[in-house]
């Protein structure tokens, strides 16, 4: 029994299973996070779009040929080009739309130049596939080279963009070398069918992938959500006193250094009487950018509950602790915050703590600082105090 294969059937059912997939994703996408949805918008409409470039494609001698080439071509390099749009938007990357729909107007041009002025298939394939080549190796790149570029789901989605640009770069390059191995659109060559599979299979494989990585942003913003606080997006008390105790082992493994900081905003309730909770919200915002101000790149800053912070400070003795402490004690003191055009003087109490031989727990050490801020309090606040119990003042005790 002979076996054929008609390209214009495998466009058809290409066409409809992308069309689904699309029709899928537009409901989808309502239950999709807010951050989701203006990149799953594009790729939906990247999913709507190629199949009615196929379809048009595929009605060859049955629609005028400006249909089935220049409005077909335009479509699918339309769709390309919506793809490269949603991979921007998701990995929060600037829209170069200059370029993405010139592109699309290349391949418009290229077709109508080629297909009803200058009629010349070998040439429009060629131009074409170029310009719908490079497209794809754009979505690619952009996944690969974008700020979560990492990890192994990406190579779902860049991996089929990756392939399917190879693959229009071979059929340009093949019908450089061999113009007349093309004759005809649906010619069963080795060369037609790679390029028509790749508009049949791509949407499916990239879809996959998209929807991986949407996943996997979503795990981990759920994890971070878990360690960070929601207003400050500082460490929250969990995540603080994990990476404590982590110190702590680090620096007795290393025979280092650790200080610790509890900082406190005097008279905060007063804020929040005087001004109101969402002022009280955005003076615990602003305090938290100036303390970052003075903190060092390895230093971590948490949030131990209501106005009460902790900054964490890796090989750092007794003295540098409690003399950043007071540059930050003076970083408020001597400014005001500004809180929506009103500008509040703040003041700070900090104790500072030092780890010590007798420290077996972060607890231990935490309880330390606290009490130092509370002395600090207690003796007219706006004040530093350090805990008199001596740290790892000599590396080699």
């Known amino acids: 029994m002979e076996w054929s294969f008609d390209i214009r059937s495998g466009l058809l059912v290409g066409a409809l ?4 997939i699309g029709i899928v994703l537009a409901i989808v ?15 939906v409409a990247a999913t709507l779009l190629q199949p009615t470039g196929f379809v048009l494609l595929s009605q060859r001698d049955q629609l ?3 249909v089935t080439i220049v409005v077909a071509n335009a479509c699918i390099a339309g769709a390309f080009a919506a793809y490269a749009v949603a991979l921007r938007r998701f990995h929060r990357l ?23 002025v200058q009629p010349d298939l070998t040439l429009r394939l060629i131009a074409i596939s170029l310009v719908l080549g490079w497209m794809l190796g754009y979505c690619a790149w952009t996944i690969y080279r974008g700020p979560e570029g990492r990890g192994l789901v990406r190579h779902v989605a860049g991996g089929a963009f990756l392939l399917a640009a190879l693959i229009m770069g071979y059929r340009a390059l093949a019908l450089t070398w061999d113009p007349g191995q093309v004759i005809a659109v649906f010619q069963l060559t080795h060369v037609q069918l790679l390029t028509y599979a790749v508009g049949s299979i791509l949407p499916v494989v990239a879809t996959v992938g998209f929807l991986l990585l949407c996943t996997d942003r979503s795990q981990r913003d759920l994890e971070r959500a878990a360690r960070m606080d929601y207003l400050t997006n500082v460490y929250n008390r969990r995540a603080i006193e994990e990476l404590g105790t982590r110190a702590i082992a ?24 005087e001004l109101g ?5 955005l003076a615990l915002v ?30 750092t003795d007794g003295a540098a602790a409690t003399a950043a402490a007071e540059r ?23 104790g500072v703590a030092v780890l010590a031989p007798a420290d077996r727990l972060f607890s231990q050490l935490l309880q330390r600082g606290d009490r130092a801020m509370y002395a600090a309090k207690h003796a007219g606040r706006d004040l530093v105090m350090a805990d008199a119990m001596s740290g790892w003042e000599n590396p080699a005790a």
Request: proline share 6%.
């Open 250 to 273: 680090g620096a007795r493994r290393h025979g280092m250094p650790l200080a610790l900081q509890v900082v406190d905003i005097d008279h905060f309730k007063r804020i929040n009487d």
């Open 94 to 116: 600037k829209v170069p739309h200059f370029l993405l729909w010139g592109m699309v107007a290349l391949a418009l041009g290229v077709s109508a130049w080629f297909g009803l």
């Open 29 to 43: 996408a309502r239950a999709m996070p807010a951050a989701f949805r203006p990149a799953m918008n594009w790729w």
């Open 328 to 350: 930050i004690r003076e970083a408020f003191s001597e400014r005001p915050l500004d809180l929506r055009g009103q500008a509040r003087k703040v003041t700070l109490s900090i």
């Open 17 to 20: 299973l992308t069309l689904l």
């Open 286 to 315: 602003r305090a938290v950018e100036r303390i970052r101000e003075c903190l060092r790149a390895e230093d971590l800053l948490g949030r131990l509950g209501g106005e009460e912070f902790i900054v964490l400070m890796p090989n």
């Open 64 to 66: 005028p040929a400006w």
């Open 277 to 281: 909770h969402a002022a009280g919200d």
